[in-house]
């Protein structure tokens, strides 16, 4: 077996894939990866067990979040860039390793390498199959996916100025955690769902740098035309990267449009001020292939949801940040102030032409939990007179399998007296339906991006404190969640932390649940998947 992952939806089979990554990665990318997270694990037990004050490791905080992100589904295909990560490190590990005695540590705190090759034969024997038993093994990769996304997010929120230590001390921690064989199954239970309570708090802590820095979501129409000027495509969720693209375009003649999980990026008022902010352009990632092609200007991917592309010519038109990375694009670095130089972007868009048009009108969303709660008595009434039977969280990733088209379908049957809320690319399977309003209210709201699912469980709450519940559960809420990648886990094990029951997760349950753990989430949370459309709506009408 020359690789090894399950860790998105689509994994072969449902099993795993063992030959090229159905995301595109392939064998060598894989294993580079599996040993950039044996890394992150080894410097982790060097701090826990050397108690060492993290404060006073800036660099080394950042560079952890993002190896972890770097290996998040879609991000980075560059096995340089994840080979430099690597050393990268590893020499800071060995630097922090003087204080702790060897003999207390794991091999993962005292390997070298010194060669890609050596770094490959290390890789094949750390990977996620070196753990054998299948259900330690399913719980602690369930934990690092829920980790994954917990660096995502904080990534994001550090690049605003927003950093929680302590999160950054449970990311630690819980690395050095999986090295240590003496965790059973109930203790790692117990993790996982302390996982999911760091997950409410990096998300509120994003939620937080998000609108001290743009304000908050307000409702918005978004454009989802074109207009003559050559333009840039933005894609990806750091906004701190679109303000300074925006910043760097003004009065230039080049328009910016957003693409995938972007889109929200519309409903933050500090971003209105800019008159070449124009519009979303397209759907969710998986339609890139064809959408960049029609699009025709430069693509800046600021994070993960790259899909390889398939021409050369479309290529040379992408560009990556962050913790992103493809072979043969140009990598945009940050200088040491984090500041960004877009100025090849913006020249190379000067010479190319204006997108071609593939659809008109626009889409309504901005529906976070500040604009939400604007509207709560409204909301409120609208219940207790019946005009409102239920709410249906409908949230998570989009991807590219055809029985997605469950979400679409099931969106267009629910009854006309439901409300649907969103958060993720998921939204694309029905954001552009009429589907009307409830006394003004849309029957779609969307809150935004994938870590705004945040501001859906802020809704939950408060309505479970207005209605005077003693469990989130009696609301008139069903959740219907989909998922893709490894963001869509910790905001999984965020909502099972909240006490949220009866989720239901689709198209396909995760293929790293083992069939122990998988027993475990449905008789404890009543996990479930998905059935047929007419099924599953009889079944949530009558909860």
């Known amino acids: 077996m020359g690789m090894f992952c399950y860790q998105c939806q689509e994994t072969a ?14 064998e060598e990318v894989a294993k580079l990866q599996d040993l950039l997270i044996y890394v992150l694990k080894g410097i982790s037990e060097v701090i826990v067990k050397g108690k060492i004050d993290i404060s006073n490791l800036d660099n080394a905080n950042y560079e952890v979040l993002s190896g972890l992100f770097m290996t998040i589904t879609n991000a980075n295909f560059d096995d340089d860039s994840l080979e430099n990560q690597i050393m990268k490190l590893i020499a800071i590990r060995d630097e922090l390793r003087r204080s702790v005695p060897s003999e207390e540590l794991h091999d993962a705190s005292t390997f070298t390498v010194d060669s890609r090759n050596s770094m490959l034969e290390k890789a094949s024997s750390v990977g996620i199959l070196a753990t054998e038993n299948e259900d330690i093994r399913s719980l602690r990769e369930m934990i690092i996916y829920g980790l994954k996304g917990m660096a995502a997010y904080a990534e994001h929120a550090k690049n605003i100025g927003k950093e929680d230590l302590d999160i950054n001390f449970f990311i630690y921690e819980t690395l050095a955690a999986m090295l240590d064989d003496s965790l059973l199954v109930d203790d790692l239970v117990a993790l996982t769902l302390k996982t999911g309570e760091y997950g409410v708090k990096v998300m509120a802590l994003l939620d937080e740098a998000h609108t001290s820095r743009f304000g908050n979501p307000e409702m918005t129409k978004v454009n989802i035309g074109v207009k003559r000027n050559p333009a840039i495509l933005i894609s990806g969720h750091d906004l701190t990267d679109l303000e300074q693209l925006l910043e760097q375009t003004k009065d230039t003649g080049v328009d910016v449009y957003t693409h995938g999980e972007m889109l ?11 008159n070449n902010f124009v519009g ?21 991917f600021t994070t993960n949801c790259i899909v390889p592309p398939r021409s050369e010519e479309i290529r040379s038109r992408i560009f990556t940040t ?3 990375g493809y072979p043969g694009c140009k990598h945009i670095e940050a200088d040491e ?3 960004k130089d877009f100025s090849e972007i913006i020249d190379l868009a000067k010479t190319l032409p204006a997108p071609n048009e593939i659809e008109t009108g626009d889409i309504v969303g901005g529906f976070a939990h ?6 709560a008595d409204k909301v409120i009434d609208a219940v207790k007179s019946g005009a409102i039977k239920k709410f249906f969280v409908l949230a998570g990733c989009d991807g590219r399998m055809k029985s997605r088209v469950y979400y679409t379908e099931f969106a267009k049957s629910l009854p006309k007296d439901t409300i649907i809320l969103t958060a993720g690319c998921a939204k694309y399977r029905y954001n552009k339906l009429d589907l009307g309003d409830i006394g003004g209210i849309p029957r779609i709201l969307d809150a935004g991006q994938c870590n705004d699912c945040y501001s859906l469980a802020v809704i939950a709450l408060k309505l479970k404190e207005v209605f ?14 989909a998922w893709y990648e490894q963001k869509a886990i910790i905001v999984l094990l965020a909502l099972l932390y909240l006490g949220i029951k009866n989720i239901h997760l689709g198209p396909t349950l995760p293929g790293f649940l083992s069939p122990n753990v998988a027993k475990i989430l449905v008789d404890k949370f009543g996990i479930a998947g998905i059935g047929t459309v007419e099924s599953d709506i009889e079944l949530f009408m009558a909860q």
Do not use: M
Request: with cysteine.
């Open 13 to 26: 089979k449902g099993t795993g894939c063992t030959v090229r990554g159905v995301c595109g990665k392939n």
């Open 264 to 274: 929200p990026a519309h409903y933050y008022p500090a971003f209105k001020k800019y």
């Open 280 to 300: 979303n352009y397209g759907n969710a990632w998986w339609k890139q292939i064809e959408e960049f092609a029609s699009f025709r200007g430069p693509i800046l």
């Open 322 to 324: 962050g913790s992103t």
């Open 337 to 339: 102030n984090g500041k």
């Open 370 to 375: 500040n604009q939400v709660l604007a509207l």
């Open 468 to 481: 005077g519940l003693d469990d989130i559960n009696e609301l008139p809420i069903a959740y219907n969640i």
